[in-house]
DNA sequence: TGAACTAATTAGATTATATCTAATGTGAAA
DNA sequence: TTTCACATTAGATATAATCTAATTAGTTCA
């Protein structure tokens, strides 16, 4: 991913593109594996500049409030983060909490009555089960 | 709720019917507002008897793993719990987290290909914006 | 009945995750 | 250069959930 456009994305969301935040999405956009905070913690601070936890979060959630980064939650587990590039759906693992991507699908909205006042944004579907590396203990355990 | 029906329920899944264990169901069946394992403990605690902290989280993942409750995760919020009455979606506030009940209706599963070997269990449609209590402040902040 | 076995509960310690604080640094604009 | 808003930092703190080891309760079966 070419580093003007990063730069540019960055701004373009009225964020400044500084290195630690530069590191945070580029690290997103070249590893869309849905790490966790501390996993990106410990892959940008493998080369300078140095990045403290803290900055990791609060880069983290501009960039989600900016709309470029989705955040997953996975129950009894670290938040996943992704960039959003092209529109997909996600797969949870029952077992290892995984996130996969999937093939992205139109999703039929609620009918506008049943919204009331509410304000919709997006809809978010997610597949749930066993992923491949976890299918074949299925019967077992 | 019939207390009978809440124990056949729980023998049925190969449960204990212990009286935390009951309490915690009960409470889940009576209340459909998404409460927080605290909430239920400190719920469930003003009767006795008084169950521990673990005891409602094993509670919790016991009845999660039988299918008899549903487990939300929220975004830097702690997990929610919904017995598992009608079919239903949810509405999660990016504002206040809040979880509330939308209308069921049938969502299309993914193409088989696209699953390879993931075995799939459920779909769960989420979404997502800003609740009724949220909405109005929605241009200000 | 009552041993023996298994499941469940408990208090509190511990871990994991995320946020906060207050001091310091940085870069753009005036 | 001064100023100011934004950003970063280390470490403390808060929150959520799990673990541990001891105990209690329920079940089975002789
Ligand atoms: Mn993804
Ligand atoms: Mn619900
Ligand atoms: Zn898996
Ligand atoms: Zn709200």
């Known amino acids: 991913m070419d580093v003007d456009a990063i730069k540019r994305t960055l701004e373009g969301s009225g964020l400044r593109c500084t290195p630690q935040r530069y590191a ?3 690290f997103l956009m070249e590893h869309p594996k849905h790490p966790t905070a501390a996993e990106i913690f410990q ?3 493998r080369l300078d500049p140095r990045s403290s936890r803290a900055t ?3 880069n983290l959630s501009d960039l989600v409030r900016a709309g470029l980064v989705r955040e ?3 129950e009894g587990r670290a938040a996943r ?7 997909h759906h996600h797969f949870i693992c029952d077992r290892c909490g995984n996130v996969e991507d999937m093939e992205w699908y139109d999703v039929p909205k609620p009918a506008s009555g049943s919204l009331g006042k509410r304000v919709l944004r997006e ?3 997610i ?3 066993l992923c491949t590396k976890c299918a074949p203990r299925h019967a077992s355990r």
Chains 1, 2 share one sequence.
Do not use: P
Not at 81 to 87: E, V
């Open 56 to 58: 990791i979060y609060n």
């Open 127 to 129: 597949f749930r089960g």
């Open 43 to 45: 892959a940008v601070n």
């Open 72 to 74: 997953v939650a996975v």
């Open 123 to 125: 809809c978010e579907l």
């Open 24 to 26: 945070v999405m580029a």
């Open 81 to 87: 983060f992704d960039a959003k590039g092209m529109r």
